[in-house]
């Protein structure tokens, strides 16, 4: 059964970090690019950030640039996003999914986790 299951999340105040985990299991995750997507309440969803199967490219959605790094240890069947400097607006459900192309536009994903809970504030 393929699955992603999100974790990490939780309550930060503004300037703080939170490193989030995508763990797969059920496929080889060797063969897929990984993305960060989160949904704020009443927005869409949005693209945060992706890496390719290798880990050789990584993408970023320009509101996260210099603040948040994607990893990924193919090894563990885990991928990672470090996120710094966190903002009351980067609030939101994060959630990760998987992709044959590297990619922030979310209709390329599929197999998506049930996402974890991310609140800046004071």
């Known amino acids: 059964q393929v699955q992603l299951v999100e974790s990490g999340g939780g309550l930060v105040q503004p300037g703080g970090s939170l490193r989030l985990s995508c763990a797969a299991s059920?496929?080889?995750?060797?063969?897929?690019?990984i993305g960060w997507f989160r949904q704020a309440p009443g927005k869409e969803r949005e693209g945060v950030s992706c890496?390719?199967?290798?880990?050789?490219?990584?993408y970023y959605a320009d509101f996260v640039k210099g603040r948040f790094t994607i990893s990924r240890d193919n090894a563990k069947n885990t991928v990672f996003l470090q996120m710094n400097s966190l903002k009351p607006e980067d609030t939101a459900v994060y959630y990760c999914?998987?992709?044959?192309?590297?990619?922030?536009?979310?209709?390329?994903?599929?197999?998506w986790g049930q996402g974890t809970q991310v609140t800046v504030s004071s």
């Open positions: 999914a998987r992709s044959t192309v590297p990619t922030l536009f979310s209709s390329f994903f599929s197999s």
């Open positions: 059920g496929f080889t995750l060797d063969y897929y690019a």
């Open positions: 890496i390719s199967s290798s880990g050789g490219s990584t």
